[in-house]
């Protein structure tokens, strides 16, 4: 259902339908080696930006292009959240973590930065201040990504996710 609500601008380029499309725009969007799980309908892979202690998130994607959770159908929720676990359950195993958040974004007010419904899951640690390190974010280094897919590639692949 498309509630009519959008906010990307005229003729964005959107880096997630690239990804998707396997069109990765080299280091910066991370390229097939930051790929974690991919599936006809969603691809999930490391994120560009990190946290201090919380290094290694990923982003859950509709393969479609879906804006936010306005025009969001439920079968393809399903489907992400689906994925979102699998990727839950690999993470606390290669990262030892002690447990995983899921965030989501919606429009300008939301917080959402990038015009295509995803969903970051995080490493999490007690007292790791997440919520509170916005500013500290950073852009992490493509072979870091790429190591940090493969250990959980490795783990989904074992059955473990």
Request: a negative charge; glycine letters at 4%.
């Given at each position: 259902m498309d509630c009519g609500l959008s906010y990307a601008p005229p003729g964005y380029d959107c880096p997630f339908c690239r990804i998707a499309g396997g069109s990765f725009g080299g280091a910066v969007l991370g390229g097939a080696e930051a790929d974690v799980l991919r599936t006809p309908d969603v691809t999930a892979f490391v994120g560009?930006?990190?946290?201090?202690?919380?290094?290694?998130?990923?982003?859950?994607?509709?393969?479609?292009?879906?804006?936010?959770?306005?025009?969001?159908?439920?079968?393809?929720?399903a489907q992400i959240h689906a994925v979102a676990r699998r990727v839950a359950v690999a993470m606390t195993g290669v990262y030892r973590c002690e447990g995983v958040s899921t965030r989501q974004h919606n429009g300008p007010g939301g917080g959402q930065e990038v015009w295509h419904y995803h969903l970051h899951v995080l490493p999490r640690w007690r007292g790791d201040r997440l919520y509170e390190r916005t500013a500290e974010r950073f852009r992490a280094p493509p072979d870091e990504r790429a190591r940090r897919a493969g250990m959980l590639r490795a783990a989904l692949d074992s059955n473990l996710g």
């Open positions: 560009s930006h990190w946290w201090p202690r919380n290094e290694g998130s990923v982003i859950v994607i509709p393969n479609p292009h879906y804006e936010s959770i306005f025009d969001l159908p439920a079968e393809a929720a």
